[in-house]
């Protein structure tokens, strides 16, 4: 089993920046990939970035250039850095690991952005 847990959310006026951190804890040897989802209400989860374990990543065309991804293996901890946050950023953030073919979800953490 892997526990994530996020933290770092918050809110932030528009253009202003928030990093979201997620620990892994638990079986982290063998995880895989992992990354950021968000679900704004009324709508429904969508990728937001991927990191693979030798560090490759992904990123949705809405946050390219603004958001950036990263991972400390030896902390067992992913981070996400948001800059240039926009109001349409809204939504809450959840951590997704992937190990043994099996998903893990953190419980989320909501970021706000006011215009």
């Known amino acids: 089993q892997v526990q994530l847990v996020e933290s770092g959310g918050g809110l932030v006026q528009a253009g202003g920046s928030l990093r979201l951190s997620c620990a892994a804890s638990?079986?982290?040897?063998?995880?895989?990939?992992m990354g950021w989802y968000r679900q704004a209400p009324g709508k429904q989860r969508e990728l937001v970035a991927t990191i693979a374990s030798g560090g490759k990543t992904n990123y949705a065309d809405s946050v390219k250039g603004r958001f950036t991804i990263s991972r400390d293996n030896a902390k067992n901890t992913m981070y996400l850095q948001m800059n240039s946050l926009k109001p349409e950023d809204t939504a809450v953030y959840y951590c997704?690991?992937?190990?043994?073919?099996?998903?893990?979800w953190g419980q989320g953490t909501q970021v706000t952005v006011s215009s």
């Open positions: 638990g079986s982290v040897s063998g995880i895989n990939s």
């Open positions: 997704w690991g992937i190990r043994l073919l099996v998903n893990y």
